[in-house]
Structure formats: C-alpha cells, structure tokens
T-cell receptor, first 109, second 116 residues
C-alpha cells in the first residue's frame, strides 16, 4: 500500500528553527509537495521537490532524498503566523497525489 | 498567478435541499480539478477527480449520485450535493492542477456547508 508518515504535532518557539519530517512509501514517485494549511482555511502551496537536494525559498526550505523516501520542511526564524498544519504529499506513478495526515505546528512566544 | 476561486464560501441549508458549489481557475486553464472534503481536525479526503469534457472519477465510498460533478469548461467545475443531510456538513475544497511547477494543485478557499 501507499503510505506517508509525518509527526502529528510539533511545538517550537518563536524565532527558532523547526524541521518537519516526512517519509513515504509509494508506487512510483513524480515529486513531493509541501502545503501549509491554517485552521479553517484551504491549503496553500509551499514547495515542490522532484530531484534530491535542498530547495530554499525565503525562510522555508524543503529537502528530498529519493533513495531514502524522505523529505523535510525546514522553517527558520519562526513567527507566530507560522502556526498551522503542514501537509506532505507525494505524486505517485499514476500522477495521483497521496496526502499525509499533516503536522500541526504550534509556535509559542 | 494560479488563483482558484470557490463560491459560495458559506452555505446553510435545510435537510433535503441541493447545494451547488462552483470552482473556477481564474488565470490558467485546468483540464483537471479535484474535490476534497475535510471534517474538523481531520485530513483532506479526496472525493473525486473532475476532468474537463468527461465524467468525474470518484473515490471509493463516495456516492456519485449524491455528489454530482460537472466540469463543463477548462476553468469551471461544479459540485452539487443532492438531497443534503446533516452528515454532509463539512468543509468542501476544490483544487485545480496547474503546470508550474508540474502537477501542482492550487486550492480554492473552500466552502463551508452546514445542513440543518
């Protein structure tokens, strides 16, 4: 079966750095997405990785290792507005998007 | 770019009525759109994949006669919840598949449905 694992909840301090991990086992791989979803709102696109390595976009970076079936989202200089759920999703060989359950990130002052 | 709108944002209706939700890609053409449902504090659940000009593909357990999907143009897909019941109350979110980056889904703002 297809499976995406990410921690259910994480807590971090304002101004700090947090890394949200995602491991996956899917039938094929055509890319990995990270989305941010604030409570009561729809998800918004953060990043897309299809090749191994680190993609940096401002305070957010996303890393992919295809051989390990592993990705992480790194958030730097955390702000209170970063409190949200972060969803990992993998595009499988049929170009179906397989969603993780999401990681709820709580930022404390 | 890659803006998706959804209308209405809130619906309150009586049990037994039908509700139509529209999803539009505003600045790009989307041959494929997706309809999701999300209950409070739960994950996104894909209901169906909507393909322009053809029948929608429904996920297992989703009643196609209850959730009617029409993708009449490259920028518009509609979801009609027929004979709505209180258990259909949920957050319905559409997304449109874009090409930059490849296969990225861009989400509409969602529609909250409350069936009394």
């Amino acid at each position: 079966g297809q499976n995406i694992d990410q921690p259910t909840e994480m807590t971090a301090t304002e101004g700090a750095i947090v890394q949200i991990n995602c491991t996956y086992q899917t039938s094929g791989f055509n890319g990995l997405f990270w989305y941010q979803q604030h409570a009561g709102e729809a998800p918004t696109f953060l990043s897309y990785n299809v090749l191994d390595g680190l993609e940096e976009k401002g305070r957010f970076s996303s890393f992919l290792s295809r051989s390990k079936g592993y990705s992480y989202l790194l958030l730097k200089e955390l702000q209170m507005k970063d409190s949200a759920s972060y969803l990992c999703a993998v595009l499988d060989s049929n170009y179906q998007l397989i969603w993780g359950a999401g990681t709820k990130l709580i930022i404390k002052p | 770019g890659a803006v998706v709108s959804q209308h209405p944002s809130w619906v309150i209706c009586k049990s037994g009525t039908s509700v139509k939700i529209e999803c539009r890609s505003l600045d790009f053409q989307a041959t494929t759109m997706f309809w999701y449902r999300q209950f409070p504090k739960q994950s996104l659940m894909l209901m169906a994949t909507s393909n322009e000009g053809s029948k929608a593909t429904y996920e297992q357990g989703v009643e196609k006669d209850k959730f009617l999907i029409n993708h009449a143009s490259l920028t518009l897909s509609t979801l009609t919840v027929t004979s709505a019941h209180p258990e259909d109350s949920s957050f319905y979110i559409c997304s449109a598949r874009g090409t930059v980056p490849q296969e990225t889904q861009y989400f509409g703002p969602g529609t909250r449905l409350l069936v009394l």
